[in-house]
């Protein structure tokens, strides 16, 4: 279901990486922007460069592979798919 108004921030970033694979106009349109994929893509950039997230294009969002946090140089992830 659309966004009855655009989504800013970390839920326009959330959003947009649901519904990347579908494309842009259909993520622009699902995260309240609808046609303007301009202004769309200028606030996922913000929102994006807000939260240290590299973006040169839509596609930048969506990640097949396995996600794992560092902190204090130490990296935090399970040691197979399978456990979480």
Do not use: W
């Amino acid at each position: 279901m659309a966004s009855p108004t655009p989504l800013h921030g970390t839920d326009l970033v959330d959003c947009a990486r649901a519904n990347a694979k579908q494309g842009v106009e259909t993520a622009a349109n699902l995260c309240g922007y609808g046609s303007d994929l301009n202004t769309f893509r200028a606030e996922l950039e913000k929102a994006c460069n807000d939260m240290r997230i590299e973006f040169n294009e839509l596609s930048d969002l969506i990640k097949d592979n396995q996600v794992s946090v560092g902190i204090d140089g130490t990296t935090i992830a399970p040691d197979t798919k399978s456990e979480l």
